[in-house]
């Protein structure tokens, strides 16, 4: 393995520990996910380089296109929350109530 694949892989499970232990504001797990795609989006850039293929491919496109669909959906959540909850910490909210 060499140390390119080796960071990509510690970059995206760096990412997902940090949104499985540290979920105390919504903020956070918004940041952690949106490393999660980065790290996903540089491997698939890198991907045709590193097995010297000549066709490009959209892939990497479509996954930041579906990045910044979701970064501006989780702004609106945080937007929403935070006006009507008072703050953007994760145990104020309660799936149950509506």
């Not at 989780?74 to 909210?93: C, E, I």
Request: aromatic fraction near 8%; include cysteine; glycine fraction near 4%.
């Amino acid at each position: 393995m060499s140390s390119l694949h080796l960071s990509f892989y510690s970059a995206f499970v760096l990412s997902s520990l940090g949104l499985a232990f540290h979920r105390t504001h919504l903020i956070s797990a918004l940041l952690c996910l949106e490393s999660i795609i980065l790290s996903i989006y540089v491997a698939l850039t890198i991907w045709p380089i590193q097995t010297q293929t000549s066709s490009s491919t959209i892939l990497p496109i479509l996954i930041l296109a579906f990045s910044a669909c979701e970064a501006g959906a989780g702004l609106a959540l945080l937007v929403a929350s935070t006006r009507t909850h008072g703050s953007d910490h994760l145990h104020n909210f309660n799936l149950l109530q509506c």
